[in-house]
């Protein structure tokens, strides 16, 4: 007899401002199913906000903590998974990813400016958040299409218009 597998639904992947919990929470409640965020166990696993990890103890911490957070989800959540916009930088993530279903949600710098704002509760955009933005779109793109099974364009579509085609890819 073979043990039954956990794994997620789907997973989000996408830069920040892509819309990975907003259309996360949006798909889980249409699928019936949990929605999950590593950022949000990373923040119940160090007991404070991202932005004091990065400040108590800095970027690699936070990574580390986002590579465990990242194994446990994938290994023991069945329903839509949303990853942090960071996380295909580790390798290791990207290699626990293969054999998922992972949404690459897309989104072009206007988008992402105007959904991340001045980047409040995102350390890395605290300051210049659009040219950093660019800067980490331009350098993540191909780990992005690297993880992903599909592509879903954001730009400019609703969370529910978005949600719908996820749905849609999920039943082919
Ligand atoms: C990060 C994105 C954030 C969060 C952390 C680092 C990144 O998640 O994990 O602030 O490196 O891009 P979102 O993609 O949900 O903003």
């Known amino acids: 007899m073979t043990a039954a597998v956990t794994k997620p639904l789907v997973v989000l992947v996408g830069a920040p401002g892509s819309g990975k919990t907003t259309v996360g929470e949006t798909l889980a409640a249409g699928l019936g199913v949990a929605f999950r ?3 949000g166990d990373i923040e119940r696993m160090a ?4 932005p004091e990890i990065f400040v108590d103890e800095g ?4 990574r580390a903590l986002e590579r465990a957070a990242v194994a446990a989800a994938l ?10 916009g960071g996380a295909v930088l580790a390798e290791e993530n990207r290699a626990a990813l293969i054999g998922h279903t992972v949404v690459h949600l897309s989104v072009e710098l206007p988008d992402a ?3 991340v ?7 890395l955009l605290a300051i210049n958040p659009r040219a950093t933005l660019k800067h980490l779109m331009d350098q993540r793109r191909p780990l992005y299409t690297e993880v992903a099974t599909a592509t879903v364009v954001t730009d400019g579509r609703t969370p529910d218009e978005i949600a719908d085609e996820i749905v849609t890819l999920l039943k082919r």
Request: net charge neutral.
């Open 37 to 39: 965020d590593t950022d």
């Open 47 to 50: 007991g404070k906000p991202i």
């Open 59 to 62: 970027e690699e911490h936070f």
């Open 75 to 84: 290994a023991s959540h069945a329903g839509v998974l949303a990853l942090g």
């Open 113 to 115: 400016v105007r959904r």
């Open 117 to 123: 704002g001045l980047g409040a509760g995102r350390p």
